[in-house]
């Protein structure tokens, strides 16, 4: 009897009920947020979640590896899957590219780069993480030469809307007074598979300044002239050939997005005036025809016009009837704080800083027309500056947000986008666990945050004094 009665106890202290919320936790473990990145849930199901990070840290506590973490139905860490980046010899240096799930929910598909002065060259590895096994399959995608370290090409990932293509671009070393041959690597996401490889030559007077990829598997090169001029172009690379596309309008672009009508691609994004006085960078947002070459509209908007030094980067892009629903977040300046000039030093300098937010929603119909704009409920909290400030699901045309905060909140187009009440979930970090004497408050990670269908509960991630942990919320 004694035994029951204990065993109740821990149960009932190990789901919390807040009125209508229902929270099961997962116990806490070792997490450092300044060491791990880019955590993000991948090739979740109803029995088990999968959390993605990986460390690429230099120096005496040198580690460069992918880290996969599996969680059972109660939210407990069951296994740990663990991957070093590949190594060219004593001096290799890594990047982390990019990743996403081939179709079928069992495979990741993950891109790093290891490259070295002494080998002379830069190589773009593919990793797949097979679920079912718990094992990596490595394999070298391509090679590039490589003159020094500091003369080394930049890789760039981007993925289609559709989650059909990948495409990663090298952006070669541009310091001399000739034309560089920047490569574009297209890869099928349904098979791995390089499609195909495309040089695309840039004169001396342009940089590269962003690109993306369509759903037909095009890559979008933005383009910039060096120097005062604030002067863009497009260059439309495919497996034959390479179109240059005049914006038509003197504006400076910031990182747009491909989207698609039926079998027509376009381009959205924020942008500004080449000329002029200017409200902000961000005070314009555009329809660009990529088929036919010209800009559909460019509308004024005023929803970033706060963030004054910063940059925006559109996050997911959804269709929905006759409109595309957008969601931008900014990375803007949050102030100065003292730097040292090196560990052993006492002088300091004043270092600006940046943090993720604030976060809106774009409203434009097939023809160009800003139907409105929303801002984000987010909150800028202290994990602000290393992850997302919102996390964004798509729940079968409607989309619930997780903002800084403890809250879920939905937003149904039906309804105009108007927050339902009885759709919010608000919780208090600090109660949210009979840990939290132990490990202090919690806080959402809104980059964490995923949906399993079946059972109806949100995942979400919460981090606390090098401390992460797994909860699930039953949605209402």
Not at 37 to 57: G, H, Q, V, W
Not at 217 to 231: E, P, Q
Not at 381 to 401: M, P, Q, R, T, W
Not at 409 to 418: A, C, G, L, Q, R
């Amino acid at each position: 009897m004694k035994y029951l009665l204990l065993l109740s106890i821990a149960v009932l202290l190990h789901t919390i009920s807040f009125g209508q919320v229902q929270v099961d936790y997962g116990d806490a473990f070792d997490f450092k947020t300044t060491v791990e990145k880019d955590p993000k849930f991948i090739l979740t199901d109803s029995y088990n979640a999968y959390l993605f990070s990986y460390i690429n840290i230099d120096g005496i506590q040198s580690n460069h590896e992918m880290i996969v973490r599996k969680f059972d139905q109660k939210n407990q860490l069951v296994d740990t899957y663990k991957q070093p980046f590949p190594k060219l010899d004593a001096g290799t240096l890594y990047n982390f590219v990019g990743t996403t799930a081939m179709p079928g929910n069992s495979k990741q598909l993950i891109y790093t780069e290891s490259y070295s002065g002494k080998s002379g060259k830069q190589d773009i590895y593919q990793h797949i993480f097979d679920k079912s096994t718990g094992a990596f399959t490595t394999t070298l995608v391509k090679s590039f030469p490589m003159e020094s370290v500091n003369k080394k090409g930049v890789f760039q990932f981007s993925l289609s809307e559709n989650n059909r293509f990948i495409s990663i671009l090298n952006s070669k070393n541009s310091t001399r007074k000739e034309a560089v041959q920047n490569t574009v690597l297209m890869i099928d996401v349904a098979t791995g598979a390089l499609s195909w490889t495309k040089d695309a030559e840039l004169d001396a007077t342009n940089y590269e300044r962003s690109f993306t990829v369509t759903n037909s598997g095009k890559a979008v090169l933005v383009r910039g002239a060096k120097g005062m001029k604030l002067y863009n172009f497009l260059t439309v690379v495919s497996a034959d050939k390479v179109d240059k596309r005049e914006l038509g309008e003197e504006v400076q672009l910031q990182n747009p997005k491909t989207v698609s009508v039926a079998e027509k691609d376009y381009l959205v994004g924020f942008n500004h005036n080449a000329k002029g006085i200017r409200t902000s960078d961000f005070e314009k947002f555009m329809l660009y025809d990529l088929d036919e070459g010209k800009m559909v509209s460019n509308n004024k908007i005023n929803s970033l016009n706060s963030v004054k030094d910063g940059s925006v980067e559109i996050r997911n892009v959804f269709s929905q009837g006759n409109e595309f629903h957008i969601f931008a977040e900014a990375r803007a300046r949050a102030g100065t704080r003292p730097m040292k000039t090196n560990q052993f030093s006492s002088v300091t300098f004043d270092e600006p800083y940046y943090r993720n937010g604030p976060g809106v929603l774009v409203v434009m119909d097939f023809e160009g027309n800003i139907k409105n704009s929303f801002p984000l409920n987010t909150t800028t909290n202290n994990l602000a500056e290393l992850y997302s400030s919102f996390g964004i699901i798509n729940l079968k045309g409607d989309y619930a947000v997780l903002g800084g905060g403890a809250q879920i909140y939905k937003w149904s187009p039906d309804k105009n986008f108007s927050i339902d009440s009885k759709s919010i979930l608000s919780f208090r970090s600090e109660d949210m666990s009979p840990e939290s004497t132990t490990h202090g408050s919690w806080e959402m990670i809104p980059q964490i945050f995923g949906y399993l269908s079946d059972s109806k509960k949100f995942i979400i991630g919460r981090y606390s004094n090098d401390k992460l942990s797994i909860i699930t919320v039953a949605a209402p």
